[in-house]
């Protein structure tokens, strides 16, 4: 996509200071990710915390219930919280700072 815009620069289609820079761009993503990560871990934190039951359940039982909700995983998440054996107590244990950390 940038060399299709600097090509239009060369053709004066736009000007070089209309594209933005890459940097831009990237800063842009990183901002976005990081604010879905922590809208997405406050959501997880508050469902799990507000269930009791959630305690008890066993990996797939805990699977089972985040696919209940709109938490945005996909099956790769899934499939690493069933490698790890992640349970809802463990799951539990997690902070919002964990949740949004840099992997």
Known sequence: ??????SKVEEGELDYDEILKLQ???G???????Q??????????????ATKDVERFS????INFL?????YLNNNDYGKIRDERVTSFDFLQLTREILCAEP
């Open 1 to 6: 996509m940038l060399e299709s815009l600097k």
């Open 24 to 26: 831009t761009i990237q």
């Open 28 to 34: 842009w993503i990183f901002r976005y990710s990081t």
């Open 36 to 49: 879905h990560r922590q809208k997405m871990a406050e959501k997880s934190v508050d469902m799990l915390g």
């Open 59 to 62: 990996t797939e039982q805990l």
């Open 67 to 71: 696919r209940t909700k709109n938490l």
